[in-house]
T-cell receptor, first 115, second 112 residues
Framework: DSGVTQTPKHLITATGQRVTLRCSPR?????VYWYQQSLDQGLQFLIQ???????AKGNILERFSAQQFPDLHSELNLSSLELGDSALYFC??????????????FGEGSRLTVL | GIQVEQSPPDLILQEGANSTLRCNFS?????LQWFHQNPWGQLINLFY???GTKQNGRLSATTVATERYSLLYISSSQTTDSGVYFC??????????????FGKGTLLTVNP
């Protein structure tokens, strides 16, 4: 158990719909990262938050958004869903070091299927 | 951005065999991690090893930062070792030094 909690574990929805994925980081970790894993793209970095503020952005679509709340949990919102958004979405957290992310710990992922 | 290459892409072993997985990266790094993704999709931390050598049971890892590569050794492999092994790095400098970039992984199959 990494200490990072993600819900839901599985989600099936239809094209055009909107879903919210939730992540609770390990106790004491201020940084939260979101990654997408699809068969054709591998593991891709989406976005990072540090203590409530957006720190870095990767290959995140405009239809996707995220935020980190004062209690440090984070949510990833996916809207106008397309078939190609079907993937495993991971959240990770870390205690950042000086100029480095430090060791990242991943949750079990949320498997999204868009029909 | 930083490039990460893992080899071999696929590896099939008999139970009890040893193996070495390699990760090459294109820039100086401040973070290097090895992960095992099991058949259920879970990403399990194996090593946090931006430099040096570490051992954990049958697994060990070495990162030679000056030559930009890392090796993961698996000894006396077991069927439960099957899955995909990922190397992930973040560069020492530049705007991406907090972001982990993953290689494409090595798919390991251990047969009984």
């Amino acid at each position: 158990d990494s200490g990072v909690t993600q819900t839901p574990k599985h989600l099936i929805t239809a094209t055009g719909q909107r879903v919210t994925l939730r992540c609770s980081p390990r106790s004491g970790d201020l940084s939260v990262y979101w990654y997408q894993q699809s068969l054709d793209q591998g593991l891709q970095f989406l976005i990072q938050y540090y203590n409530g503020e957006e720190r870095a952005k990767g290959n995140i679509l405009e239809r996707f958004s995220a935020q980190q709340f004062p209690d440090l949990h984070s949510e990833l919102n996916l809207s106008s869903l397309e078939l190609g958004d079907s993937a495993l979405y991971f959240c990770a957290s870390s205690v950042e070091g000086q100029g480095s992310a430090g060791e990242l710990f991943f949750g079990e992922g949320s498997r999204l299927t868009v029909l | 951005g930083i490039q990460v290459e893992q080899s071999p892409p696929d590896l099939i072993l008999q139970e009890g065999a040893n193996s070495t997985l390699r990760c090459n990266f294109s820039d100086s790094v401040n973070n290097l991690q090895w992960f095992h993704q099991n058949p259920w999709g879970q990403l399990i931390n194996l090593f946090y090893i931006p430099s040096g050598t570490k051992q954990n049971g049958r697994l060990s890892a070495t990162t030679v930062a000056t030559e930009r590569y890392s090796l993961l050794y698996i000894s006396s492999s077991q069927t439960t070792d099957s899955g995909v092994y990922f190397c992930a790095v973040s560069p020492m400098s530049g705007g991406s030094n907090y972001k982990l970039t993953f290689g494409k992984g090595t798919l390991l199959t251990v047969n009984p």
